[in-house]
């Protein structure tokens, strides 16, 4: 078992109010950190609505689980108080490493020296962040995946840092929160999961900055061709297109900063950020 009763989570975005809410639900006490009201009233209609899905999809979850999950979450703006008695900080701030790198050297003030750090990035090395924490012995990374109670994987990875029992205590959390935890042995860049997606996501993006077809005959293709359950564009809805923005103009690569501000100019400034708002290379009911 691990020896974590308080959690906090810092970012209620898309995944990170899925994180908050499914830890919450398995019983433990969670924070959820973001950086003003507004963002916090998001949040909080987040929670609601995955109350309803979680109802809904999971079983047991209707015998008043997802109500006691709401009363195990608290809400804060405020990073120390946030932070206080927390033994576990998930960060889930924008995939951005100023950002992360300045949220960490915060965060590495305002924590007590019992409280260890894990990092939700999906595309960074934890290693590329990890002096900024004061406490590289005790940071690592935990990623997981969109729609977190169905596609239940957390994936532990560490650096050449990570203290190993860090390592275990975080991969036996994972696995009391109901996820599979899949223990990377050494750092790689997207993991598992993503250097197995970004490639195929990528190719998608570059086809269509190119002109060379359009988002559903792309998806279309895909779907057909493998069998799988979604195309590329529309696992792009699904993990926001703001996210998927960050990543691509990241990059060096002229197809991909081609495909950001396409992005950009003919989704995101249009306020279609993906299936969160109801619409991005795709319309959904809200």
Known sequence: ????????????????????????????????????DEALIKAKKRFDELAVTYDRE??????????????????????????ADADLVIEAVPENIDIKKDIYARLGDAAPAKTIF??????????????????????????FSNHIWRQNTAEVMGTSETDPEVYRQVAEFAAEIGMVAIEIKKEQPGYLLNSLLVPLL???????????????????????????????????????????????SAGDDDRQQKFAQLLKENYIDQGKLGAETGEGFYKYPR
């Open 58 to 83: 999971v079983d047991g979850a209707s015998d008043g689980k997802t109500s006691a999950a709401h009363l195990r979450l608290t809400y804060s703006k405020d990073l120390a108080a946030a932070v």
């Open 118 to 143: 894990a990092t939700n990035t999906s595309t960074l090395l934890p290693s590329s962040m990890m002096e900024f924490t004061g406490r590289p012995e005790k940071f690592l990374a935990l990623h």
């Open 202 to 248: 990528a190719a998608a993006g570059g086809l269509y900055a190119d002109g060379i077809a359009e988002p559903e005959m792309i998806d279309k293709t895909w779907k057909i061709g493998t069998g799988s359950p979604k195309g590329p564009f529309e696992i792009y809805d699904t993990i926001g297109l703001n996210t998927i923005y960050n990543i691509a």
């Open 1 to 36: 078992m691990s020896k974590f009763a308080k959690i906090t989570v810092l970012g209620a975005g898309v995944l990170g109010s899925q994180i908050a809410f499914q830890t919450a639900y398995s019983g433990f006490q969670v924070v959820a950190y973001d950086i003003n």
